[in-house]
């Protein structure tokens, strides 16, 4: 079983119990509200009140109601779904509770950029970047946005995943010295979601393929190996709990003839150019370049 770090869905459950206290509160200020008026109401010549004053308490009176159960149903709305999408990310949390022990994960991460719902920690995958969605509906894609019921979501799923994943590339690398690639995932519990090419870079499925792409097989490249081995300071960072102990940065050695496509998930390999772009230097090319033309240069270390 894998190893786990907060609680799933916490966050969002936390946040449902907040807006239900406050629509107690504001369901409390709207009952004085209108007591207070309905006093001064019926005794208008011991508070001063003239005509055109108790003609606006009378309206204010009549109106209030009105005010206070629209804004009852658009916080009871909010509750909702703040109680569905803590139930979605409860039930993504089960799912990797039950990985094996190559699995780290952390739930309700907090980073600069708002929540991450779950990280994984893979000894052979690297890093997977995880958002939990609720929706119900279908999901489709285009090569720059998610949509749902063929619209634009209320936010933007995809900007949202690349600033929490590269927030996450950026504090993993301070503690290894190299950059990671991590993969970014939007996970839909309910809705059914139609097969399509990543979103830049940031895959989008049902909950049934999750595990199908957290345990995959793939190349255990040197990256990948240092991440694991420093798994536990790299959690640390993470939760800014850092220990006081001094740690050396580890070097790697260059990169391994085969890595995993950050796009399609297919094996890479290593390759020689001999023209264009890459005449001369070593790159990495995807073994399914037909269909996915990704291509990343390997750069000599320096340091």
């Not at 690639?181 to 939007?186: E, L």
Request: hydrophobic content about 40%; proline content about 4%; aromatic content about 6%.
């Amino acid at each position: 079983m894998s190893k786990s770090t907060h609680t799933a869905g916490a966050s969002t459950r936390q946040m449902a119990e907040d807006r239900r206290r406050s629509l107690i509160r504001w369901g409390i200020f709207g009952l004085a509200a209108a007591v207070i008026l309905s006093i001064i109401l019926m005794n208008p010549d011991t508070f001063g009140l003239g005509g055109v004053g108790f003609l606006v308490l009378l309206i204010l009176l009549r109106i209030l109601p009105d005010i206070l159960k629209g804004y009852a149903r658009k916080k009871k709305k909010e509750i909702r779904r703040a109680e569905r999408g803590a139930a979605a990310e409860e039930k993504i949390g089960e799912m990797l509770e039950n990985l094996s022990e190559d699995y780290e994960v952390l739930h309700d991460l907090d980073s600069n950029y708002g929540n991450i719902d779950h990280l994984v920690i893979s000894r052979y995958g690297g890093i997977f970047m995880l958002e939990t969605k609720s929706h119900r509906g279908t999901v489709t894609t285009t090569e720059s946005e998610i949509l749902l019921n063929g619209h634009p979501t209320e936010k933007d799923f995809v900007a949202q995943s690349l600033r929490n994943s590269y927030w996450v590339r950026e504090q993993v690398e301070q503690v290894i010295g190299k950059q990671p690639w991590v993969t970014a995932v939007v996970v839909f519990t309910h809705a059914f979601v139609k097969a399509g090419k990543p979103v830049k870079g940031v895959r989008v499925i049902n909950k049934k393929y999750l595990l199908d792409i957290l345990q995959k097989p793939a190349a255990s490249g040197p990256i990948n190996a240092l991440i694991w081995e420093k798994r536990e300071r790299i959690i640390q960072h993470l939760l800014g709990e850092e220990s006081d102990e001094p740690e050396s940065i580890t070097s790697i050695p260059a990169p391994e003839p085969s890595m995993v496509c950050p796009k399609c998930g297919s094996r890479m390999v290593q390759r020689k150019g001999v023209k264009g772009p890459f005449a001369g230097k070593m790159f990495m090319v995807c073994t399914k370049f037909a269909e996915c033309q990704t291509t990343i240069e390997i750069k000599a270390d320096t340091d």
